[in-house]
């Protein structure tokens, strides 16, 4: 079984249900352990701006699926929790990205691992300290707690809640 580090995100209808449903699918799979969720913070809108703020949370798994099967079964989820792919960085119902996955560096067509952006993005990292900040990011040489503090990005990450009630 592999460490695997996810980012959930949505800023489209009700986005503490969306992400409550999301990670019950992660919770239902047999190939998959959550093994911790991080609290929920409210963001604003990377790359695209002009949108609805994010709900944004960080949770671990250890899974037995290859990473290319874990990148349907995430496009799986984004498409059950009613995701419409459109507008790149555009709004969406939920979106779930694979951040790390052990100490993989993988570059396919459709995978990067560690995630292109993770180190780019505050909203991502500042769950993902809360819940792992010593974890080394494979093929940067830092902890997660070091790439928040060099994180060049400055957008808005505040608190919202503990504990989200998964469904």
Not at 22 to 48: C, H, L, M, Q
Not at 86 to 103: F, Q
Not at 146 to 167: D, M
Request: aromatic share 8%.
């Amino acid at each position: 079984m592999e460490t695997v580090n996810l980012g959930l995100g949505s800023n489209l209808g009700n986005k503490e249900l969306n992400l409550s449903a999301a990670i019950g699918f992660f919770k239902r799979n047999k190939a998959v352990d959550v093994v911790k969720i991080s609290s929920v913070y409210r963001t604003e809108p990377w790359g695209k701006k002009d949108q609805a703020e994010f709900l944004n949370l960080v949770f671990q798994i250890k899974t037995s699926m290859v990473p290319e099967d874990l990148l349907k079964f995430c496009n799986e989820v984004e498409n059950k929790c009613g995701r419409m792919k459109s507008i790149k960085w555009g709004p969406r119902t939920v979106d779930v990205d694979i951040l790390t996955y052990g100490d993989m560096i993988l570059s396919l067509k459709d995978l990067t691992i560690p995630h292109a952006f993770l180190t780019e993005r505050r909203f991502v990292l500042v769950p993902f300290a809360e819940i792992c900040p010593d974890c080394v990011i494979p093929g940067k040489n830092v902890t997660v707690k070091q790439a928040l503090l060099s994180c060049p990005e400055r957008g808005r990450v505040v608190f919202y809640k503990k504990e989200i009630n998964v469904k």
